[in-house]
């Protein structure tokens, strides 16, 4: 699978890959080494938190591994200005409620909704690809659709 990252995005993963290689790998190496000074690990639970801990951490680590290795990044300085693509800001009016929003378009590993940031392929981020200021968009919500007006691209 291609992971789509800008290139703040990737610079941001590489530095948390970078931290938890050298920083939590050690300190949950450290937690292990202590609970095994607690002697018999058949009965020890801070040595079977610290094991899951750094099980966790590995496999986050693979994780963001993966995604560098099989990441693209989105040069959004090179993007036509008119037509919305990944890397865009998109200001839309919700013609059902009255509202304006705005949302920033970018792949699913940068997505997070509540700062605004939708993944290209949520239902509002495909739908909105490709298309121009002043175009309107339907998106299927369940039954029904909701429909927006594209007021601006960025």
């Known amino acids: 699978m291609t992971h789509i990252l800008t290139p703040e995005g990737k610079k941001q993963l590489e530095e948390k890959l970078d931290y938890y290689r050298k920083v939590k790998r050690v300190e949950v190496s450290k937690k292990i080494g202590t609970a095994r000074e607690f ?21 986050e680590i693979r994780e963001m591994e993966d995604i560098l290795l099989n990441c693209q990044i989105v040069d959004d300085k090179k993007k036509n200005g ?3 693509t990944i890397g865009s800001t998109v200001k839309l009016y919700d013609e059902e409620f ?8 970018l792949g699913s590993t940068e997505s997070n ?11 509002v981020g495909s739908a909105l690809l490709g298309h121009k200021k002043g175009d309107e968009i339907k998106v299927k919500t369940g039954n029904d659709f909701i ?8």
């Open 39 to 59: 002697g018999d690990l058949s009965e020890n639970s801070e040595y079977d938190a610290a094991k899951e801990e750094q099980a966790q951490i590995e496999a």
């Open 82 to 84: 008119d037509t919305v």
């Open 98 to 105: 009255d509202e304006e929003l705005q949302y920033r378009i």
């Open 113 to 123: 909704p509540s700062q605004g940031i939708i993944s290209n392929i949520s239902p």
């Open 147 to 154: 429909v927006y007006k594209i007021l601006e691209v960025k």
